[in-house]
């Protein structure tokens, strides 16, 4: 008796609450270029008290793990944990993939073996207004995995909402989701990680995921908010990447740095959007403004305050 060949790519899904959305990201996953034959898919229900899990029994072949409110992180180690794919493939219960979004992934990482990660592009989930929040929403949380986004050199980062790794190299150098932070900012530091291990990660502009953003101002403002609080637990503790200098610990130094935070962030944003998207991340100017205003007000705040999941500083 021999045991069953493995399949070429693991679908892992952190969900909380997602009850709504993961009908349109399971059947697209239901609808891929890929051979059904070649893929899982597992769901890993983080604490949900909707019907995700529901949801997700209508669907076939989803294998759903449950476990304690631990945060993504947690959710995308055990997905890891499950998978019997030599690619594992991330991706967020509030959107849903492309057609040939597995088959993209599995091209590129066969065309590449030295590469360890990947991320694809993230485009909306529907037609937004100009000026709409879910646009500004949209353009300031994926402004480096547009599908028009270029790297000259391999990118220090890219968002765990679309992300595939090799599962055996990842595991060989023992990168893990585990010790990452509660809600966000596990991403970067998981890149990191893979960095310091002499891995690299690539950037696939084929490989398309569309996103539900935020409708509302509150909604986005919140979001900004709290990617500002983990900031300096993440740049502000890893001199290596880029900007870290913008979070110091101390809050006089700290005060003379929000204004370059604010500013800078925003003409970041604009000129990684300016020939996608020119006239709309220009009328946009204002209320990317004020989410990183909201950004800002998260990094002051958190500066002497422990991160959600204590974690011991990196060289």
Sequence with gaps: MTDAPRVSISVVIPCFNSAATLPALLESLENQTLG???????LVDDGSDDDSCQVARRYGGVAIHRQDHRGSGAAREAGMALAGGELVLYLDADA????????????YHRGHPQVAATGGSVLPAGPYGIMSWQMVDHLSSWFNCHPRSRYSAPPEYLPSLNFCVKKDLVQQHQVSWADG???????????HDLRRQGLSLA???????????????AGHLRHMRRWGEHAPYVRGRLPSLRYSFLFPRSRLKLAAALPLI?????????AAWLRAKPL???LCLPQIFLGRLAYAGGVWTSTTKRPPVA?????
């Design 181 to 191: 932070l509660a809600h966000s900012g596990e991403d970067v530091l998981f890149c």
């Design 96 to 107: 849903y993939a492309a057609p040939d979004l597995l088959e993209q992934h599995v091209q």
């Design 262 to 270: 604010v500013l800078g962030y925003t003409a970041l944003i604009a």
């Design 203 to 217: 950037f696939v502009p084929a490989a398309v995921l569309c996103h539900h953003d935020r409708p509302t101002a």
């Design 280 to 282: 709309t991340v220009l």
């Design 36 to 42: 059904r034959d070649r893929y899982e898919i597992i």
């Design 311 to 315: 974690r011991a500083s990196r060289p």
